[in-house]
């Protein structure tokens, strides 16, 4: 299972929010390439990074950090989302080098273009399932869905996504312990690969999740807690390498 950092964009610095909310971020650095850097030294094997601020108004808003980054590491697989709504968005991001492209709001919006990114770009696509009580949500967190999460994730089990992230929006920056429970069932119902995101604490977590692995569970995105310390970046990716 992987441990995955992430750096998350605003206004070019790297933040974390709090469930989701814009108002609520906490600026860690204003360096995104350094702190890339900083993940890579302790052994990341991949990146996960979100355009917040394209996740808002629907399209590309920091690329130009992204830019950097990829440039800085280039044989780091690197993931993105926020703010991809189209194709030429999806094709101009995987040409720069990027491993993945998420896509998030339009995976409820409009599901053909999930299908049509995963022909025309093979084993590239992630889908991105944001929920909250198991309900998913859209455009940033700022719009309640009336679709579950795992119906969602069914109707791309067959089109050749690569994973999903499935991010638990009331424990998202919270430090309150991964959804490991909703996460699992979400694998095992789907047959899909599910990265977990949103809650990542501590050790204890890892282990937890380690423990539903076999379930489909093949990966784990942290943020405020590598940021803040709860979490070892180096120790967790040790952990998982030697389970």
């Keep these: 299972m992987l441990i995955i950092p992430a750096i998350d964009l605003k206004g070019g610095a790297c933040v974390r929010l709090r469930q989701g909310r814009m ?38 808003a920091n690329k130009q950090a992204v830019v950097r980054i990829s440039a800085e590491h280039p044989n780091l697989p690197i993931q993105l989302g926020g703010g991809i709504r189209d194709l030429d968005t999806i094709k101009a991001y995987l040409d720069l080098g990027l491993a993945w492209v998420i896509i998030g709001t339009q995976a409820v919006k409009d599901p053909a273009l999930v299908t049509d990114a995963c022909h025309q770009f093979p084993g590239q696509i992630i889908v991105g399932v944001d929920a909250k009580d198991g309900w998913v949500a859209t455009e940033g967190w700022a719009e309640a869905s009336t679709i579950s999460a795992v119906d969602v994730v069914k109707r791309f089990a067959d089109v050749g996504v690569a994973s999903i992230v499935y991010t638990d929006i009331g424990r998202d920056g919270m430090l309150s312990g991964v959804n490991v429970k909703a996460t699992a069932s979400l694998a095992s ?17 890892v282990y937890e999740l380690l423990s539903v692995e076999s379930k489909g569970v093949v990966g784990a995105i942290t943020g405020r ?11 967790a990716i040790r952990l998982t390498e030697t389970d």
Excluded at 30 to 39: G, N, Y
Excluded at 189 to 205: H, N
Excluded at 225 to 235: H, M, R, V
């Design 225 to 235: 807690a590598i940021y803040e310390g709860t979490l070892n970046l180096a120790e």
């Design 23 to 60: 108002e609520d971020a906490t600026v860690y650095s204003d360096d995104p390439v350094a702190t890339a850097t900083r993940w890579v030294e302790a052994g990341a094997k991949r990146l996960h990074i979100v355009d917040l601020d394209g996740a808002f108004v629907g399209k590309p």
């Design 189 to 205: 119902e789907t047959g899909c690969p599910v990265i977990a995101s949103g809650g990542l604490t501590g050790l204890s977590d």
